[in-house]
């Protein structure tokens, strides 16, 4: 596992899109230079932010591919459990909210339209949901954190005051926030 930190960290090589801001001769290899916020799945591929857009990698840090491409800054990807989907948060329209996209890519579907904060975290051990914090709540200085279904309803308080980072074990037994 830090093996994989650390090709994201500076190991990545990638050839530019088409297209792209990069300016370098087709087939040159450019280092990736700060990468951010990466996230190991089960199977060892790594996701990460580059550029302000989701990025996954083969486990040893090969053949990154651009998982998705918005002028918003797309950010902090989380594979779920089974290595299907990412969630990550995005201020695709003008805040952030949680959106999730398949690892084969496609378009992003966003879950939480909170004219708040809402930043996804971790997913439920199911699969089945988000644990996110958010700026939604009844107290001004922080909240709970909420559980986003992937069908998008509404989000779920988890039972706590304030929370600002947790994620749930993989047994779901406890919360660690």
Partial sequence: MRGALLAVAGGLLFAPASGGAQTASPGTRQPVKFARQPHIANDGRIAFTYQDDIWIAEAGGENPRRLTAHLARDLAPRFSPDGQWI????????????????????????????????????????????????????????????????????????????????????????VAF
Avoid at 111 to 117: F, I, P
Avoid at 119 to 135: F, H, K, N
Avoid at 161 to 166: I, L, T, Y
Wanted: charged share 20%; proline share 8%; aromatic share 10%.
């Fill in 87 to 174: 969630a990550f948060t995005s201020n695709r329209m003008g805040n952030n909210d949680v959106y999730v996209v398949p690892v084969t890519g496609g378009e992003p579907r966003q879950l939480t339209y909170h004219s708040g904060d809402d930043q996804a975290l971790y997913w439920t051990p199911d699969g089945r949901e988000i644990v996110m914090t958010s700026g939604r709540g009844p107290d001004p200085f922080g909240s709970p954190l909420y559980r986003v279904a992937l069908d998008g309803s509404l989000p779920r308080a988890m039972g706590m005051d304030v929370g600002r980072a947790g994620m749930i074990r993989q047994d779901g037994r406890f």
